[in-house]
C-alpha cells in the first residue's frame, strides 16, 4: 500500500507543527475552522478534509449507527435478525451521515469564500486547495445523490456568504442528473487543469502538510480524480441520457493514460491511511463489534458464506472466522429467511460464523478506502464487455486478484490479534484456481447478461461491508446479486428500500423547497441511474 510511504513523510512535516500526535493534537491542529475567527485557505482545507473523516475510516458512527441497520441488511453483507422495521431506514441511521455532509460542504463553502477574497495573484498561487477539494467534495456528494436522490447543493452551505441569515440560507434542491452532469463536466476539467497546474515552493509544502489523504501528491489526485470519473460515468451510464457521454469519456481516459491517469492496481488505491490508536485518524471497527456485541453486528450471512465456501474463496478465511463453538473451518451464515426466535437461537449457539477479528475488530490499521484498485477493474471490466471480450476478461480477473490481495494486506496491519485465530498464508496457486473455477470463471457467463451477474457478485463480494454505499449503489443498479428475504409485513416497508428518507429536520425547516421533491420522497423512488 503505497501512500503508507506518503503518510510517513507527511508525518514528518507534520512534526514540525506537532510536538506529539495525540487525538488532542490532531483536532488542534486541523482546527474546525468555524470556531475560529480567522483562518487561511490552507486550514480551511485541513478542517474541510478532517470534517468528513469518520464517513470514510471505519468509525461507530458509519458501520454501526448507519451501516449496521441499513445498507449492511440491504447487501446481505451481514447477518441479521428479521426485527419490526428492518427496511425502514429513520432518522437515527440517516441523520448523522446527512449531518456530516453539510458541515463538509459549509468547510468547502467556507473554503471558497476566503479564496473568493484573495487577489487573482494569490488565486493562482492557491488553486490546488480548490480544485482538489473539488475531488474529495464530489466523492462525498455522489455518494449522498446515490442515497438520497435530490439534494439541495449549488446553493447549499453559504449562509457566510448570505452574511449569516439563516432564512435566505435554505437552499433548494437540485436534481440527481444535474449533480451528476455537474461533477463529470467539472471534474473533466480538473483532471486536464492538473496536468498544467505548477505550485510555489510555499504552497506545496503547506498542501504537503495539509492534505493528510494524499500527500500533497498531485499525481495521486490525478488517479483519484479519473477513477473517481469512471465510477460516475459507470453509474450513470444505464441511464439513456448519460449513456453517450460515459462509453465516450472513458474511452478518452483509457487511450490516454499519461493525461488520464487511474488506479490500476492495490499500490494506487486512494484511502486515509490510519495512523493508529490514539493518533486521531484511526480505524475503529471495534466500537461497531465490540459496543454492539449484543446487536450481533459482526453476523456472518449466509448468502455470502455459502458463496465463499462453495466456490473456495481465499478471502473466506481473511474475512471471517467461525463461531467460538462452530469446528476448525466450519463456516455457518445466518439465514435471514428463518423465523426471528430461530435467529436468535442459533446466533446464541455459537455456531455462527462472524467477521474476522484480527482483520477487522481489533485492527486500528485499517484503512478508509476512497476507490479502491479491484473497483475500477470491475468498471473497466464491465466497459468492454460490449466491444472487447478479452480485456473484460482481463479486468474481471485482475479485480478479484486485487480484491484478494487487498484483505490479506490489510490483515497484515493489525497489530492485535487477541481472540483471533491463525490463518494459512494466502498461496498464488489458491488465487489462480479460484478464477478458474466453475462458478466464477468468465467463460461461466455465457452471455453478456450472466457476465454482468459474474461483476456484480465480485463486486459484492469484494465491496462487503468495507465499502458499503458502494456496495448499495452497485446492487440496485446492476440488480444483482439476487438475495432472499423475509417481507416485514408488519411495518409500513416490507421489503428493502431502494433510496434514504430526507432527515425530519430537513422537511421541518426546509419545508419550503423540500415541497419541490416531497412527492418523491418515499422508500421505493429509484434514483435515476437505477434501471431494471
Avoid at 499519461?258 to 485518524?281: C, H, K, R, T
Avoid at 408488519?490 to 425547516?509: D, H, K, M, N, V
Avoid at 423547497?513 to 418523491?520: F, H, L
Amino acid at each position: 500500500m503505497k501512500k503508507s510511504k506518503i503518510f510517513i513523510v507527511n508525518l514528518l512535516l507534520a512534526a514540525m507543527f506537532l510536538t506529539s500526535c495525540q487525538e488532542d493534537d490532531f483536532a488542534e491542529y486541523y482546527t474546525d475552522p468555524a470556531t475560529i475567527a480567522e483562518t487561511t485557505v490552507e486550514k480551511q482545507y485541513a478542517g474541510f478534509l478532517q470534517s468528513n473523516k469518520d464517513d470514510i475510516m471505519p468509525s461507530y458512527s458509519k458501520y454501526f449507527v448507519t451501516g449496521r441497520p441499513t445498507l449492511m441488511i440491504y447487501t446481505q453483507s451481514r447477518g441479521f435478525e428479521n426485527s419490526i422495521g428492518r427496511f425502514v431506514p429513520g432518522d437515527a441511521p440517516v441523520d448523522p451521515i446527512y449531518n456530516r455532509f453539510y458541515a463538509t460542504l459549509f468547510q468547502f463553502r467556507e473554503m471558497e469564500r476566503i479564496f473568493d477574497n484573495l487577489s487573482p495573484e494569490e488565486q493562482n498561487e492557491y488553486r490546488i486547495f480548490m480544485i482538489t477539494g473539488k475531488i474529495y467534495l464530489y466523492d462525498y456528494t455522489q455518494k449522498m445523490v446515490d442515497l438520497f436522490g435530490d439534494i439541495p447543493f449549488t446553493e447549499a452551505g453559504k449562509i457566510s456568504q448570505n452574511e449569516g441569515d439563516y432564512q435566505s440560507s435554505y437552499a433548494s434542491f437540485d436534481t440527481a442528473e444535474d449533480l451528476y452532469n455537474l461533477m463529470i463536466s467539472e471534474l473533466k476539467s480538473i483532471a486536464q487543469e492538473l496536468n498544467s497546474i505548477s505550485l510555489t515552493t510555499a504552497v506545496k509544502d503547506y498542501f504537503t502538510v495539509q492534505d493528510f489523504i494524499n500527500g500533497g501528491d498531485i499525481e495521486v489526485w490525478k488517479r483519484y480524480c479519473n477513477s473517481l470519473r469512471i465510477r460516475l460515468l459507470t453509474r450513470a451510464s444505464s441511464n439513456s441520457a448519460f449513456a453517450s457521454v460515459a462509453q465516450s469519456e472513458i474511452q478518452e481516459i483509457l487511450e490516454n493514460p499519461s493525461a488520464y491517469p487511474i488506479v490500476e492496481s492495490n499500490e494506487d488505491n486512494i484511502q486515509i491511511e490510519s495512523l493508529g490508536e490514539g493518533m486521531g485518524i484511526e480505524a475503529n471497527f471495534q466500537s461497531t463489534f465490540v459496543e454492539g456485541d449484543g446487536w450481533n453486528s459482526n453476523v456472518a450471512s449466509k448468502a455470502m458464506i455459502d458463496h465463499m465456501v462453495e466456490n473456495t474463496d481465499p478471502r473466506l478465511r481473511c474475512i471471517f472466522q467461525p463461531g467460538s463453538e462452530a469446528g476448525e473451518d466450519e463456516y455457518l451464515g445466518l439465514d435471514p429467511t428463518m423465523a426471528q426466535s430461530a435467529q436468535s437461537a442459533l446466533i446464541n449457539s455459537g455456531t455462527v460464523s462472524i467477521f474476522n477479528n484480527w482483520t477487522f475488530k481489533n485492527n486500528r490499521n485499517f484503512p478508509g478506502v476512497l476507490i479502491s484498485s479491484a473497483n475500477v477493474n470491475f468498471y473497466l471490466a464491465e466497459f468492454y464487455l460490449a466491444t472487447n471480450d478479452v480485456l473484460a476478461r482481463e479486468h474481471y480477473e485482475k479485480g478479484i486478484r486485487e480484491s484478494i490481495n487487498f484483505y490479506y494486506s490489510a490483515r497484515e496491519l493489525a497489530i492485535n490479534f487477541d481472540d483471533s485465530p491463525e490463518i494459512a498464508s494466502l498461496e498464488a496457486s489458491e488465487i489462480d484456481n479460484y478464477i478458474a473455477g466453475e462458478n466464477i470463471a468468465w467463460s461461466s457467463g455465457l452471455n453478456n447478461d450472466g457476465k454482468i451477474q459474474l461483476l456484480a457478485r465480485q463486486k459484492w463480494l469484494h465491496n462487503n461491508m468495507v465499502e458499503m454505499f458502494e456496495n448499495w449503489s452497485e446492487v440496485r443498479r446492476l440488480n444483482s446479486p439476487e438475495f432472499e428475504f423475509v417481507n416485514d409485513n408488519s411495518s409500513g416497508q416490507s421489503i428493502p428500500p431502494t433510496r434514504f428518507l430526507y432527515p425530519s429536520a430537513e422537511r421541518t425547516f426546509n419545508a419550503e423547497n423540500y415541497s419541490t421533491v416531497s412527492s418523491e420522497d418515499n422508500l421505493d423512488s429509484k434514483i435515476f441511474w437505477d434501471i431494471d
